[in-house]
C-alpha cells in the first residue's frame, strides 16, 4: 500500500468580495481559485507554477490554515485543514516573506525566541534551537542587529529561520527566494535539499522555472484559479510536445512555407516572433528525425536561414501551457 498523501484536496475553491466604487457600494467578487485537486506524496518537493494572481498564496494559506475555503477540503499529513487546524499548525511551517510578521525594533535572536514561545519550543531547547535554525539560514553573524536594519533578503532568511524553528514535518514555502542575491538563493535551495533529507515534505511556489526545475519532484501549473497541469519535469514536456526545441530564424515567411514547417513530422507545436524585419519560429519536436537539414530542405528559399536546437526548458513548457489557457 503506498502512503497517505501529504496534501490531498478536493475541488478547492476561493472567492473574495471587495468592495469598489465612489461609496464603495460596489462589490466585486473575484473567484481566486476554482476547484482544486492536489495530491503531495510525504517527503516530496512540490512546485506550484503560475502568472501573477493565479491563486498561488491563496492556496498556500488555504493548506497552512490561514485562510478557510469557500467550497472543497483539503487535508494536510492526514488532517482536516479547517476541523483540525489547531491540531495541524504545530506540524506545518510558513513561510510567506515580505516586510510583515517579524519584530523590527528588536534583533533576529530576540524575533526567534518570541516565535519560539509561541510555537511551544521546549525551554530547554529553546536557546541551541534558534542558534542552529540562525546558523543554518546564515544569519548566525547578524543575529544581534536590529530587523529594521536588515535588508530584504537578510528578512527572508529570518522568516525561513521562524518557519523552521519548532521543526515542522511540512513546510509551505511561497516564492523563497524572492529577493535574494544569487550566491544566497544558492543557499536557501541547499537548505530547502537538506531539510528534504531530513525528510521534511516541501510544497513551494516560485516564478523561476529553472528554481523548480532543480528543486521539484514533480510540478503543478496553476492558471486563474484552475490547475492546468501536474506532472515531472519530464511528463511536462512530453505533454507540451517533445523534449527537443528547434528555432528557426529567417526573413519574409510566405504562408505556404509557414505551413509546411508546421506539417514537418514530428512538429508539435509552432510559435512565431518577430524582431524588426526577422522571423522566429520556435518549434517542438517530438521525434529526433527532424534534423535542421531537414528544416533547410524544405525552406529551400531561405538561405539565409539560421536554426537552432535546445532542450525544451520548463520555461517554454510553462509559456506554453499558460499561453495556451489564454488563448
Ligand atoms: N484578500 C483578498 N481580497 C480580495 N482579493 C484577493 C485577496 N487575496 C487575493 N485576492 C485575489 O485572488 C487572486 C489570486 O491571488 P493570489 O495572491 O493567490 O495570486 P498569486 O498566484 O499568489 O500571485 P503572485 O504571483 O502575484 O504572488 C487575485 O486575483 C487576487 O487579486
Ligand atoms: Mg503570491
Known sequence: MSPSPAIRTRNIRRAFESRK????????????????DLEVDPGEIFGLLGPNGAGKTTLTKILSTLLIPTEGTAE???????????????????????????YNRVNARENLRYFADLYGVPTAERSRRIEEVLERVGLADAADRRVEEYSRGMKQKLHIARGILHRPVMLFLDEPTIGLDPKSARETRKLVRSLVADGVTIFLTTHYMFEAEELCQRIAVLSRGRIVAKDTVQGLRRLVGGDRTLEVEGYGFEDAEVNALRQLPGVSRLKYEEFGPRTRYTLRVRTTELTPPAIQASLSGHPELAIRERRTSLEDIYLDLVEEEAA
Not at 462589490?27 to 476554482?34: M, N, S
Not at 494536510?76 to 491540531?87: C, E, K, M
Open 21 to 36: 466604487g465612489f461609496l464603495f457600494n460596489e462589490v466585486v467578487r473575484t473567484e481566486a481559485l476554482k476547484g482544486v
Open 76 to 102: 494536510v499529513l492526514g488532517l482536516d485543514v479547517v476541523r483540525d487546524a489547531a491540531r495541524l499548525r504545530p506540524q506545518i511551517g510558513l513561510v510567506l516573506g515580505g516586510e510583515r510578521g517579524l
